[in-house]
């Protein structure tokens, strides 16, 4: 069975969302990290904090969780049409390790959700994008819900068994 990591850029209904397939995931069989971006606290990314600083406290961990994972989901709200500062701040941190930007990303598979109080349309578009673009294999089902449209569990068990077929 497969490793999965679930990636939270925020701490509300996100979370009870990715708690909520994390059953499932555990159900079929699979083992489930569920990592918070906003435990880290990392400064805002900058070249010039980049020299400042030597060795980003928590970055080594955050790049050892994902690692770790044979699949990422990625659970985030939907800000001003796109995705959470933390959320990008983090990519930007984790593409600036070693030679390759996208060493970290190339060829992993992710998954997009989202709670939000809107569709969430254009924040999964966004991390469609971005994710893209670092090389995952983008899943092209995605998980959007709110509070009057509850996940449903046909796409819920559609989308963890995508991001563990080999």
């Known amino acids: 069975m497969a490793h999965l990591v679930f990636v939270l850029a925020s701490a509300g209904n996100n979370r009870v969302l990715a708690q909520s397939v994390r059953e499932h995931a555990q159900e079929v069989g ?13 400064p805002l990314y900058s070249t010039k904090m980049e020299q400042q600083i030597d060795v980003l406290p928590g970055l080594s961990d955050l790049i050892g969780r994902l690692n770790a994972g044979d699949a990422w ?3 985030a709200p939907e ?3 796109s995705y959470p500062p ?3 701040n983090s990519i930007a941190w984790l593409s600036r390790q070693g030679d390759d930007f996208r060493r970290l990303f190339r060829d992993r598979t ?3 959700a989202t709670h939000s109080g809107g569709g969430g349309a254009h924040v999964i578009m966004a991390m469609r994008m971005q994710f893209s673009f ?8 995605a998980l959007m819900t709110n509070s ?8 819920v068990n559609a989308i963890v068994s995508s991001m563990t077929m080999k």
Request: one cysteine or more.
């Open 30 to 42: 699979h083992t489930v990290d569920i990592l918070s971006l906003n435990d880290y606290e990392f």
């Open 73 to 75: 989901m990625v659970f």
């Open 79 to 81: 800000y001003n049409g």
């Open 86 to 88: 933390v959320l990008n």
């Open 110 to 112: 992710v998954a997009l």
């Open 134 to 141: 670092l090389g995952c294999n983008v899943i092209g089902r």
């Open 148 to 155: 009057k449209k509850p996940a449903n569990p046909e796409t």
